[in-house]
Nanobody, 126 residues
Framework: QVRVVESGGGLVQAGGSLRLACTVS????????MAWFRQTPGKEREAVSF????????TATMSVKGRFTISRDNAKNTLYLQMNSLKSEDTAMYYC???????????????????WGQGTQVTVSS
């Protein structure tokens, strides 16, 4: 059974850091592309970054380039999002998503992902 569970969110001051984790079961994190998305109330879900099967990553949002880094630990079967220099506009619910098995190319579209976690809230106070 496929499970995707995010953790690591919380309340942080502007300029601080958080590391989100996405622990998966039922599949290996390197057998499909995975991504982080975020969403605020009333807005569409926005891609943050994705990582391909080969481990290459792409940042979707210019506003987080140089501040957020996606990575994974194959041994722990976990995807991460390291977030530094956080800003109030980074406040959102953050979601981990995975494509179907062997779909190795990343995508910025939420429709490309079949498995989602429940989300973890990140709140940045200014």
């Amino acid at each position: 059974q496929v499970r995707v569970v995010e953790s690591g969110g919380g309340l942080v001051q502007a300029g601080g850091s958080l590391r989100l984790a996405c622990t998966v079961s039922g599949f290996a994190v390197d057998e499909r592309a995975m991504a982080w998305f975020r969403q605020t109330p009333g807005k569409e879900r926005e891609a943050v970054s994705f990582i391909t099967c080969s481990g290459s990553s792409t940042t979707a949002t210019m506003s987080v380039k140089g501040r957020f880094t996606i990575s994974r630990d194959n041994a722990k079967n976990t995807l991460y999002l390291q977030m530094n220099s956080l800003k109030s506009e980074d406040t959102a619910m953050y979601y981990c998503a995975a494509r179907l098995r062997n779909y190795c190319s990343g995508s910025f579209s939420p429709r490309a992902y079949n498995y989602w976690g429940q989300g973890t809230q990140v709140t940045v106070s200014s």
